[in-house]
């Protein structure tokens, strides 16, 4: 439920998630040299980050864009995530009919980001029962429930009646992509690191 998943952000207080988007063209070399490239990738980047995060959003379109090695790929490294870090799956899916992505024989994420506000309801009841509405410049809600992120401000909320119960720093390709060498995971958690200084 939506209460559980709002808890378990809580509970990690790191108020930070990590969006990794692999892009071949811009893979650290040494990684650029496996024939699939994106698991080594990001179990790099998850084993130098997981203990700074509370969890990570996944992107579904960037994994998918190598095919069916980049489903494998995405498959594990939810499976690769410790436990206990939240996993969201970003597609900013549109339509009700997207909840079977989470089913254990799918992709088994704690939430599912989603572009419309009026399908918010329907996410909060079925499993994984969390979502994040990715809202477009501009644009207003009416939330009482669930997570609201805000992709040009880097920011998302977790939302209980209506108040901001929960925030997190949405960081990307300024973290994941900090490092272009052999020491990229390294880098990555320096510029993790140096995040907390702002």
């Known amino acids: 439920m939506w209460s559980d998943f709002v808890e378990r952000a809580q509970a990690l207080g790191t108020h930070k998630l990590l969006l990794i988007c692999p892009r071949v063209l811009d893979l650290p070399l040494p990684i650029q040299r496996f024939d699939d490239p994106f698991f080594p990738f990001s179990k790099a980047l998850v084993s130098a980050t ?11 379109a960037s994994y998918l864009a190598v095919g069916a090695p980049g489903a494998v790929a995405l498959e594990r490294t939810i499976a690769f995530i410790p436990q206990e870090r939240l996993k969201v799956l970003h597609g900013n899916f549109g339509g009700r009919s997207y909840h079977v992505l989470v089913d254990p024989i799918a992709f088994t994420v704690d939430a599912l980001t989603i572009a419309h506000e009026e399908d918010m309801a329907h996410y909060l009841s079925v499993p994984p029962h969390a979502a994040l509405w990715v809202v477009r410049p501009g644009v207003s809600h009416n939330l009482a429930q669930g ?13 209980v009646d209506g108040q901001s119960v ?21 880098r990555a958690r320096e510029a993790l690191l140096a995040q907390d200084g702002r």
């Open 147 to 159: 997570g609201v992120y805000d992709q040009q401000s880097g920011q998302a909320d977790c939302l």
């Open 50 to 60: 997981s203990d700074l995060v509370d969890g990570y959003l996944l992107d579904f």
């Open 166 to 186: 929960y925030r997190w720093r949405v960081l990307g390709d300024e973290v994941v992509y900090a490092g272009r060498g052999q020491d990229f995971a390294e």
